[in-house]
T-cell receptor, first 116, second 113 residues
Framework: EPEVTQTPSHQVTQMGQEVILRCVPISNHLYFYWYRQILGQKVEFLVSFYNNEISEKSEIFDDQFSVERPDGSNFTLKIRSTKLEDSAMYFC??????????????FGPGTRLTVL | LAKTTQPISMDSYEGQEVNITCSHNNIATNDYITWYQQFPSQGPRFIIQGYKTKVTNEVASLFIPADRKSSTLSLPRVSLSDTAVYYCLVGDPFSSNTGKLIFGQGTTLQVKP
């Protein structure tokens, strides 16, 4: 069964540093998402991406965040200057053409980001 | 997505059937009900989706009464590996939105031996 992969599994960084979280969505999917989950809290939507542009972003996704699909397979989330409160599990998800169906999002295993 | 209410936690024992009920009083005509499962330190995983009556797959059953103001996820004969957080989401899968999912706190199911 195809799956979404994410690297690294765990990233430790110093406050103020830039981090790039990488995701490889399922190959025939066209819609891509980032979510985050602070320890003990609920999963929060960050951004959706389609046709090489952001479709929607949440209030959390401020100017410090950016997303990119640099090639045909990777989807990245960049945090320009990390803050302590950015520490969380970051999940990438993808879905196929039927992206408006709530059952077609496939999540990756997540990257645990720790900001010191 | 419509607001949902579900119990924060539930306990069960191996081999028992578990029913998790979700309330969604303001469900709209075009809304579907979807359940996701999340194991510790993993991403959410789709379990089941339905519109009305009953839906069954290899993992679970979903019961939706006629008024659709609630739904019940049924897990038959749970095992320790079913310990997870279960999320109920309600929304219109055919609307022209961006597909974002809005997760609540979910129900933490603890299965004991």
């Amino acid at each position: 069964e195809p799956e979404v992969t994410q690297t690294p599994s765990h990233q430790v960084t110093q406050m103020g540093q830039e981090v790039i979280l990488r995701c490889v969505p399922i190959s025939n999917h066209l819609y891509f998402y980032w979510y985050r989950q602070i320890l003990g809290q609920k999963v929060e939507f960050l951004v959706s991406f389609y046709n090489n542009e952001i479709s929607e972003k949440s209030e959390i996704f401020d100017d410090q965040f950016s997303v990119e699909r640099p090639d045909g397979s990777n989807f990245t989330l960049k945090i320009r200057s990390t803050k302590l409160e950015d520490s969380a599990m970051y999940f990438c998800a993808s879905s196929d053409l039927a992206a408006t169906s709530t059952d077609t999002q496939y999540f990756g295993p997540g990257t645990r980001l720790t900001v010191l | 997505l419509a607001k949902t209410t579900q119990p924060i936690s539930m306990d069960s024992y191996e081999g028992q059937e578990v029913n998790i009920t979700c309330s969604h009083n303001n469900i709209a005509t075009n809304d579907y009900i979807t359940w996701y499962q999340q194991f510790p330190s993993q991403g959410p995983r789709f379990i089941i989706q339905g519109y009305k009556t009953k839906v069954t797959n290899e993992v679970a059953s979903l019961f939706i009464p006629a008024d659709r103001k609630s739904s019940t996820l049924s897990l038959p004969r749970v095992s320790l590996s079913d310990t997870a957080v279960y999320y109920c989401l309600v929304g219109d899968p055919f609307s022209s939105n961006t597909g974002k999912l809005i997760f609540g706190q979910g129900t933490t199911l603890q299965v004991k031996p």
